[in-house]
């Protein structure tokens, strides 16, 4: 049962362009929705979070925003540059002991010249 | 600076054999994580751990084992290796944030194929 839904699969943006990147989760139980970034040959480490509480959240070129009622969120990713060129994995979990981490499928950014 | 480290970084087995994957951080992180990664599925989580003594199956245990002996160190073991399981494995541990939330520190993964 797939809790996270990440779309799309992979992207190819211009350097400069938007990239977008959507993701939609069932359980309303989750209240913290992380991205994370892996580069080719390395593990995924953490870009950006956000709480559900607040509806945009900006960290320099990276934005999430957040559609509690839809249960939606996105990455954008300003002014993408050939740098960013990685796979992007949105994450949600739920306040407790233990927060198990529910990843979605992933997206393959690739930034070309 | 060494964060999560795993050994070995590849592996190739033949079906059958067995084989241990070691994960060692420097955190002092309570949690850790073994995940294994496959085209269009993400990350699953095979088995976690919340502290030195104690661990617990995740979504994909199957055909697993592990271990946390020590709070620094978690092995992940494979005792029949099957094809099924060519992957890549990658460690995590976590500590919780500022935010209060848990913040995973991703190992660089182990490149394992089952022939």
């Known amino acids: 049962q797939q809790q996270v839904k990440q779309s799309p699969q992979s992207l190819i943006v211009q350097k400069g362009g938007i990239s977008i990147i959507n993701c939609a989760y069932e359980?309303?139980?989750?209240?913290?929705f992380p991205w994370y970034q892996q580069f080719p040959g390395k593990g995924p480490a953490l870009l950006i979070a956000?709480?559900?509480?607040?509806s945009e959240k900006k960290e320099g070129r990276f934005t999430i925003s957040f559609n509690k009622s839809a249960k939606q969120f996105s990455l954008h990713i300003m002014d993408s540059q050939p740098g960013d060129s990685a796979t992007y994995f949105c994450?949600?979990?739920?306040?407790?002991?233990?927060?198990?981490?529910?990843f979605g499928t992933g997206t393959k950014l690739q930034v070309i010249p | 600076n060494a964060g999560v480290t795993q050994t070995p970084k590849f592996r190739v087995l033949k079906t059958g054999q067995s084989m241990t994957l070691l994960c060692a951080q420097d955190m002092n992180h309570e949690y850790m994580y073994w995940y294994r990664q496959d085209p269009g599925m993400g990350l699953r989580l095979i088995h976690y751990?919340?502290?030195?003594?104690?661990?617990a199956k995740g979504e994909v245990p199957d055909g697993y084992n592990v271990s946390r002996l020590k709070k620094q160190n978690f092995l992940l073991g494979l005792e029949s290796a099957a094809p099924s399981q060519t992957s890549v494995y990658f460690c995590?541990?976590?500590?919780?944030?500022?935010?209060?939330?848990?913040?995973?520190?991703f190992g660089s993964g182990t490149q394992l194929s089952v022939l």
């Open positions: 995590a541990s976590s500590h919780r944030g500022y935010d209060g939330n848990e913040k995973l520190f």
């Open positions: 956000i709480r559900p509480d607040v």
């Open positions: 359980n309303t139980a989750f209240d913290y």
């Open positions: 751990s919340v502290g030195e003594g104690t661990t």
């Open positions: 994450a949600a979990t739920q306040s407790g002991g233990y927060q198990k981490v529910t």
